[in-house]
């Protein structure tokens, strides 16, 4: 039996009988929705790595990364949370072949 909208309107998170859902659901459904979308099986909190790379290759700064991770030290969201992309390294190739010789 649903509860009435009243009863879980405090709650974000909840099932179709209006039950809270509990905080491990989605680190435990996860590799579920990867295996039944054809994706590569990675741990939940590695898409805190692609969120931090995907801002981070878009322009937000780093500052902003950090502090939409809640990170107490930059350092911990440039060293381990931002990547380059395979496009950032080709450009970052470009910006020093002019000072090589040919």
Not at 65 to 84: A, F, K, P, R
Not at 92 to 98: D, H, K
Request: hydrophobic content about 35%; proline content about 5%; some cysteine.
């Amino acid at each position: 039996m649903r509860k009435p909208i009243n009863e879980i309107c405090d709650y974000i998170y909840v099932n179709d009988l209006g039950e809270r859902i509990k905080p491990a659901h989605l680190t435990q459904a996860f590799p579920e929705f990867l295996e039944n979308h054809g994706m590569r099986r990675i741990r939940f909190h590695d898409l805190r790595h692609s969120c931090a790379t995907l801002l981070y290759a878009n322009g937000v700064a780093l500052k902003d990364i950090q502090e939409w991770l809640g990170h107490s030290d930059i350092s911990t969201t440039s060293n381990i949370y931002t990547h380059l992309d395979f496009s950032s390294k080709v450009a970052s190739t470009e910006a020093i072949m002019p000072y090589y010789p040919k």
